[in-house]
C-alpha cells in the first residue's frame, strides 16, 4: 500500500539556521514527490517536485529537497531559516500510474527569531 | 495572479441541510480537486474533476456530491450535513497532465451544527 510519513508533528529552528524537515514513503511504481507549505489560515502552495532527474530539487523561498531511493526519503531543507518560514508543511506521493496523492499528516515548522 | 477563489471562506449550517461549497478557478484549468483537511488526518481528497461534466471519486467521497458544468467551477454539496462533516474544505486546480494540485483556494471552514 502506498503511504507518506512524517515522522515529527512540529520542528523548532532557530533563525538563521538550517532546517530540515523529513518525509519517507512507500509506493509500488517510481514515485512522484511533492511538497507544499500552508501559512496559517490560508490554502496550500505548492514548493517543489520530484519526478525524475537530478536527486536535489530546487523550489520556492528558498527551499530545496533530495530524493534519496535506497532511503525511501524526500527530506525538505533550507540552509537559513527565515522567522516567516513558520507555516505548516506537507509532503505528498503517488506513482507513476496513479493521480491520487497521498498525504503526510503534515509538519509544523516554528522558527524562533 | 492565478486564483482559485471558494465562495465563503467560513460557514456555519445545521445537520441536515443541503450545503453547497462553490469554487472557481481563472487559469483556464482542466482539473479540479476538493480535499478535506482534518488535523493529523493531512489532506483527504473527496473528488477529483479532469473535464466539465467528468468526475472521479476521490477517498471519501461518501455523503458528498460534485457538479461541474463549466470549466471553471466546481461545487461540492452536502447532500444532508452532518456533524461529522465539520472540517476545512479546500478547492484546487491544475493543468492537463499535471494531475496533482498546483493552486488552491484558502479553504472554507464548515461548522455544521
Known amino acids: 500500500a502506498q503511504s507518506v510519513a512524517q515522522p515529527e508533528d512540529q520542528v523548532n529552528v532557530a533563525e538563521g539556521n538550517p532546517l530540515t524537515v523529513k518525509c519517507t514513503y512507500s509506493?509500488?511504481?517510481?514515485?512522484?514527490l511533492f511538497w507544499y507549505v500552508q501559512y496559517p489560515n490560508r490554502g496550500l502552495q505548492f514548493l517543489l517536485k520530484?519526478?525524475?532527474?537530478d536527486n536535489l530539487v530546487k523550489g520556492s523561498y528558498g527551499f530545496e529537497a533530495e530524493f534519496n531511493k535506497s532511503q525511501t526519503s524526500f527530506h525538505l531543507k533550507k540552509p537559513s531559516a527565515l522567522v516567516s518560514d513558520s507555516a505548516l508543511y506537507f509532503c505528498?506521493?503517488?506513482?507513476?500510474?496513479?493521480?491520487?496523492?497521498?498525504w503526510g499528516a503534515g509538519t509544523k515548522l516554528i522558527i524562533k527569531p | 495572479d492565478v486564483k482559485v477563489t471558494q465562495s465563503s471562506r467560513y460557514l456555519v449550517k445545521r445537520t441536515g441541510e443541503k450545503v453547497f461549497l462553490e469554487c472557481v478557478q481563472d487559469?483556464?484549468?482542466?482539473?479540479m480537486f476538493w480535499y478535506r483537511q482534518d488535523p493529523g488526518l493531512g489532506l483527504r481528497l473527496i473528488y477529483f474533476?479532469?473535464?466539465?461534466?467528468?468526475?472521479e471519486k476521490g477517498d471519501i467521497p461518501e455523503g458528498y456530491s460534485v457538479s461541474r458544468e463549466k470549466k471553471e467551477r466546481f461545487s461540492l454539496i452536502l447532500e444532508s450535513a452532518s456533524t461529522n462533516q465539520t472540517s476545512m474544505y479546500l478547492c484546487?486546480?491544475?493543468?492537463?497532465?499535471?494531475?496533482?494540485?498546483?493552486?488552491f483556494g484558502d479553504g472554507t471552514r464548515l461548522s455544521i451544527l
Open positions: 487559469m483556464d484549468h482542466e482539473n
Open positions: 505528498a506521493v503517488r506513482d507513476g500510474s496513479n493521480y491520487q496523492l497521498i
Open positions: 509506493v509500488s511504481g517510481n514515485p512522484y
Open positions: 520530484y519526478i525524475t532527474g
Open positions: 484546487a486546480s491544475s493543468f492537463g497532465q499535471e494531475y496533482q494540485p498546483q493552486h
Open positions: 474533476s479532469y473535464d466539465v461534466k467528468m468526475k
